[in-house]
């Protein structure tokens, strides 16, 4: 048995598993996050059992939420059930407890290619889900080291997230740890941002993490300013690029209780720009 040590935002995700993680093939994407000498305590552990299953694996209970995509929920009794299906038949279903820290992924391996979707849905979801218990969200969104403070440039796709990560890309002392998905955590005063393994298109992905000075909401105009936005202005804009459990209501009371946390530790603002470098400064003006 083969004990794998994965840490994301703080998350220790202990994996038992009878494949190796070549064999999983899941130390290309997650490679970076393979806690083999973790340096750090993590903030929260989540024990993630993996087991092979002969034929398609399928969920238990009643059908809960239903998105349309690629996955569905289930629940029967304290447990909930993720059915999570692509196209070509790669399909898994992790079941986990009311907490989401003890899970079990099951999965039919076939092909030579094959890959565990630990690497992909699973992955996320498990993510998304467990950080809301620890203070925490996910957002699509794209998040810039700047010489040890970070921002989170939010908005959602095509809103120009990437474009103006290219531009902090060449400035000195600035990182972009991840231009899709970006983890989130308050603490007493203040709040952290956390790369993951799903970088987007560009693949835009470090494991790294730094101190959050701000959030930037983008919009498209033919004039460069940025103004501050209320919190209950902010909200909104924020939930609507967040990764949410609306299968759950008191998940989803955690999940607007880690926002409201957030917004009062961390300002929001609105940048009003053209897709062009002078918006580096004008982000830096308010930090």
Not at 31 to 57: H, T, Y
Not at 89 to 98: F, T
Not at 180 to 195: F, L
């Amino acid at each position: 048995m083969h004990n794998i040590p994965i840490t994301i935002a703080g998350i220790l995700i202990e994996v038992t598993s009878p494949l190796s993680a070549a064999e999983l093939g899941i130390e290309g994407l997650l490679g970076p996050f393979l806690a083999l000498d973790e340096p750090e305590k993590p903030q929260d552990r989540v024990a993630l059992r993996w087991e092979e299953s002969e034929n398609m694996p399928a969920p238990c209970g009643e059908l809960i939420f239903d998105p349309g995509s690629l996955w569905r929920i289930y629940r029967a009794g304290k447990e909930y059930y993720a059915a999570i299906c692509y196209p070509g038949g790669r399909q898994c279903v992790l079941r986990a407890n009311a907490t989401w820290d003890e899970v079990t992924l099951t999965e039919q391996r076939s092909g030579l290619n094959w890959q565990s979707l630990l690497n992909t849905s699973a992955g996320e979801l498990l993510l998304h889900t467990r950080i809301l218990l620890t203070n925490g969200l996910v957002f699509h969104a794209a998040c810039i080291d700047d010489n040890g403070r970070s921002i989170v440039i939010v908005g959602h796709s095509g809103a120009g997230k990437s474009t103006q990560a290219n531009f902090w890309k060449q400035v000195p002392g600035a990182l972009v740890i991840n231009e899709d998905r970006i983890a989130v955590r308050s603490s007493e005063s203040s709040a952290m941002c956390y790369g993951t393994p799903w970088g987007g298109p560009a693949n835009t992905r470090h494991n790294h993490s730094a101190p959050l000075s701000a959030f930037i909401l983008l919009e498209h105009a033919a004039e460069n300013e940025i103004q501050r936005l209320s919190p209950s202005a902010a909200a909104p804009l924020l939930l609507s690029c967040a990764f949410l459990p609306y299968w759950d209501g008191a998940l989803m009371q955690r999940a607007m209780a880690n926002l409201n946390t957030l917004l009062e530790r961390v300002p929001v603002y609105l940048l009003r720009c053209r897709p062009e470098p002078a918006i580096v400064p004008l982000v830096r003006s308010v930090l």
